[in-house]
């Protein structure tokens, strides 16, 4: 007989055991599928008024055989929250996965938020357990996205010819930092910020824009400095000093092999001008630069994101898995 049971982040046996899971559940994946054991040690406990997270465990005896996490964010998107379950690949199909998200559903409706989103990965044009395990839970594709890996010997290989083709436009310039904005950037930086959810192609998934002031933008970098994340970032500066478009490529302290962007954004009233390629090459300088092991940066874009999808496989980004977004409404 399985038990699910909540999960104390706090209790680091009992996360190490949930961890596990996840990482046993994803390790046939491409990339980097799953956080190191120092990342999610770190993440998971962490005090965060951005973000709420409830972990589930399934439980035979003594053993975690599976692992459910609801993430819902506390400042805008009330109506939301993110289910995901991983089960050990030795107790698919037990009904242990279904068990996991309908314990989520019930927390998350108890919690006010009618609207649950998930993902699910696939091989590139191909299908899967997740893809027939979110139909049988109800759950809508709302989006379709590739996740992309680029090694940086293909971008070292090209970033001069790359470079050539996006010189920084004539009276724009870039400044590039490691997490913390220059703080006559700060007030541009968050209006640019509020753009992403109208300028992201998001499909059709329930998601508001937010609002972003200078005190969470300050307090959003104290958290990445806490837990020893650098968002190595290049920004925009318009000819009349405005913000015109931000990108970055983060790194944990915990693990420089693996990379990842965050954002990327230029503000539609400075598009058209390879600002894009050219604040994509700066990051991936950057990156190259400060960390000399660094071997791979991931990213994800909507497959529809045509302008995207084209700067980065110019940068040599090649696409590893598609995902799925998902949605029910309960
Ligand atoms: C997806 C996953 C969580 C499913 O867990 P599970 O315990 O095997 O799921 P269940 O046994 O509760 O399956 C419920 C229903 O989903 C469907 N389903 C699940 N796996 C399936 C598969 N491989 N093929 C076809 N249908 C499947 C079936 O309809 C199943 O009901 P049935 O067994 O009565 O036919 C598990 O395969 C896993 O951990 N995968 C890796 C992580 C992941 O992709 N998670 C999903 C995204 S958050």
Same mark, same amino acid.
């Given at each position: 007989m399985v038990d699910i049971e909540q999960i104390n982040p706090r209790n680091e046996a009992a996360l190490r055991a949930w961890w596990e899971v996840g990482r046993a559940a994803t390790a046939d994946r491409p990339g980097k599928p799953w956080p190191l054991w120092e990342q999610s040690r770190v993440a998971l406990p962490a005090d965060n008024p951005e973000r709420g997270v409830t972990l589930v465990g399934a439980i035979d005896g003594r053993e975690m055989v599976g692992a459910g996490l609801l993430t819902r964010t506390l400042k805008e998107n009330l109506h939301t929250a993110m289910a995901f379950a991983f089960v050990r690949p030795d107790r698919t199909r037990e009904g242990i996965g279904r068990r996991l998200v309908e314990e989520l559903e019930v927390v998350a409706v108890g919690d006010g938020r009618p609207t649950v989103q998930s993902e699910a990965y696939l091989p590139p044009g191909g299908s899967g357990a997740a893809e027939h395990f979110a139909r049988a839970m109800g759950y809508d594709v709302a989006s379709r996205e590739s996740i992309k890996? $680029? =090694? $940086? =010997? %293909?971008?070292?290989? #090209? #970033? !001069?010819a790359l470079a050539? /083709?996006? &010189?920084? &436009?004539e009276g724009y310039r870039i400044i590039t930092f490691d997490t913390v904005c220059p703080e006559e950037h700060l007030a541009s930086f968050g209006r640019l910020l509020g753009m992403l959810m109208s300028e992201v192609p998001l499909g059709d998934l329930d998601l508001e824009a937010?609002?972003?002031?200078?005190e969470r933008i300050r307090a959003a970098e104290q958290r990445q400095v806490d837990t020893g994340r650098h968002v190595q970032t290049a920004m925009a500066i318009a000819p009349d000093g405005s913000v015109a478009g931000v990108s970055d490529v983060r790194v %944990? %302290?915990? !693990?420089?092999v693996h990379g990842q962007v965050g954002i990327t954004i230029v503000d539609p009233a400075h598009r058209g001008r390879r600002l894009g390629l050219a604040l994509k090459v700066a990051t991936h300088d950057l990156a190259v630069a400060t960390y000399p092991d660094l071997v791979s940066v991931d990213t994800s874009n909507a497959e529809v994101n045509t302008w995207m999808n084209a700067v980065n %496989?110019? $940068?040599?980004? /090649? =696409?590893?898995? =598609?995902l799925l977004e998902l949605q029910k409404k309960l």
């Open positions: 890996e $680029l =090694t $940086l =010997t %293909d971008f070292v290989e #090209r #970033r !001069d050539a /083709r996006a &010189p920084v &436009p937010s609002e972003w002031s200078a %944990d %302290d915990s !693990d420089p %496989d110019a $940068l040599g980004y /090649r =696409t590893i898995e =598609t």
